[in-house]
């Protein structure tokens, strides 16, 4: 099992920064892919960024240039940088971790961006 505590969410302006956090615990030795993901009301949860074990990224289309996810492994921990927000950037915003294959979800962190 594993558990996951995501923070930093908030009300921001538009054109202003986040950054969010998702911390893991519990079987974290096995942990592959960590992520973000985001949802808005009557809409499917979509993919944000990605970011393998070894580092390697993928970003939404909609983000790349403005969002930089990053992965600290000693501290089983992954961040998410959020700059130039935009008010369709409003959401909550989801940690994902895969722990052999098993997908984990953490609580999800409201974010709002106003114009």
């Known amino acids: 099992q594993v558990q996951l505590v995501e923070s930093g969410g908030g009300l921001v302006q538009a054109g202003g920064s986040l950054r969010l956090s998702c911390a893991a615990s519990?079987?974290?030795?096995?942990?592959?892919?960590m992520g973000w993901y985001r949802q808005t009301p009557g809409n499917q949860r979509e993919l944000v960024a990605l970011?393998?074990?070894?580092?390697?990224?993928n970003y939404a289309d909609s983000v790349k240039g403005r969002f930089t996810i990053s992965r600290d492994n000693a501290k089983n921990t992954v961040y998410l940088q959020m700059n130039s927000l935009k008010p369709e950037d409003t959401a909550v915003y989801y940690c994902?971790?895969?722990?052999?294959?098993?997908?984990?979800w953490g609580q999800g962190t409201q974010v709002t961006v106003s114009s």
């Open positions: 994902k971790a895969v722990h052999r294959w098993t997908p984990y």
């Open positions: 519990g079987a974290t030795a096995n942990i592959n892919a």
């Open positions: 970011i393998s074990s070894g580092g390697r990224t």
